[in-house]
């Protein structure tokens, strides 16, 4: 059965301390990995789609990272402005074709 | 461009009775994905629709149920509320192609008593 796992649960950093979230997968096929962050109250928010082992993405303080087996969501000098939850998502080759499934996500905070 | 647009965006509903959500995609996305989100099971898989058929459906039992029309908006319902049906109801729209990257509207807050 697909299965997405993210950790950690929270995160509390200060402002420009760097981390990292991790999304670990298990599916049939990847089909694609996909990152959104979500504000409370609202949808999730598209961040990035990684395909393929070795591939990276970056989008201003954030880059995606993706291995055989889990991905990372690597933050950079983060402002407080990046206090979200972070999802990660797979859509797999056994699965029907656009279903995402999630993880829980990871709820980061970041104090000025 | 406009983004995916849910209506409406907070409904109050007693036990029992049945409720109707709407979806309106991104112009030209023909694909329209239904997500329930609750603080226990977070994001959960409804459905998809695609040129108004529905190409796949979740674990959800038949309460719930969809419909998508000619220009790519889509409905859900869900009929004989129960209150753990509260929940926040996200759709999401994509093209079809390679990418399926998927956007979501920002949601219907559901809250049966």
């Known amino acids: 059965e697909d299965q997405v796992t993210q950790s950690p649960e929270a995160l509390r950093l200060q402002e420009g301390e760097s981390s990292s979230l991790n999304c670990s997968y298990t599916?049939?096929?990847?089909?694609?990995l996909f990152w959104y962050r979500q504000d409370p109250g609202k949808g999730p928010e598209f961040l990035f789609t990684?395909?393929?082992a070795g591939e990276e993405k970056e989008k201003e303080r954030l880059k995606a990272t993706l291995t055989k087996k889990e991905s990372f969501l690597h933050i950079t000098a983060p402002k407080p402005e990046d206090s979200a939850t972070y999802l990660c998502a797979v859509r797999s080759y056994g699965g029907a074709t656009n279903k995402l499934i999630f993880g829980t996500g990871t709820l980061l905070a970041v104090q000025p | 461009k406009a983004g995916v647009t849910q209506t409406p965006r907070y409904l109050i509903k007693t036990r029992g009775q049945q409720v109707t959500l709407s979806c309106s995609p991104i112009s030209g996305h023909r694909s329209v994905s239904w997500y329930q989100q609750t603080p226990g099971q977070g994001l959960q898989f409804l459905f998809e629709?695609?040129?108004?058929?529905?190409?796949n459906k979740g674990n959800f039992p038949g309460r719930f149920s969809g419909r998508q029309f000619s220009n790519s908006r889509s409905e859900m319902n869900v009929s004989t509320l129960e209150l753990g049906d509260s929940a926040l109801y996200l759709c999401?729209?994509?093209?079809?192609?390679?990418?399926?990257?998927?956007?979501f509207g920002p949601g219907t807050r559901l809250t049966v008593t």
């Open positions: 629709y695609f040129s108004e058929t529905q190409r």
């Open positions: 990684l395909y393929s």
């Open positions: 999401a729209s994509s093209l079809e192609g390679s990418s399926y990257e998927q956007y």
């Open positions: 599916v049939s096929g990847l089909r694609g």
